[in-house]
């Protein structure tokens, strides 16, 4: 079962994406563009998921995560996520 593209920011992060990232990022221009790209696409993705079942990850996050990790060139997710959301005090890998 595909799992809906709701953007959930304040689950676990007190910063929104929006915050994060500056208003004059090349990024921004890049995201009206990749979400026309990935509706175009929510047909197909409709058509890859059986109706039921557990919802997994939906593949518009996925997709939007390895385009990002290609933009900026990291080579692993993990470093993707640290370099957006830095470790916090008393977690992992944190002094």
């Given at each position: 079962?595909?799992?809906g ?67 900026l ?6 470093l ?16």
């Amino acid at each position: 079962m595909r799992g809906g593209d709701a953007r959930t920011e304040g689950l676990f992060c007190y910063l929104s994406g929006e915050q994060r990232v500056p208003s004059d990022h090349p990024l921004r221009r890049l995201l009206p563009i990749v979400d026309a790209a990935l509706a175009d696409l929510s047909g197909e993705f409709v058509r890859l998921y059986a109706p039921i079942g557990r919802p997994s990850i939906p593949p518009e996050r996925l997709l939007r995560a390895l385009l990002l990790q290609a933009v900026l060139v990291v080579r692993s997710e993990r470093l993707l996520i640290e370099q957006f959301f830095p470790p916090i005090g008393g977690i992992e890998g944190s002094s």
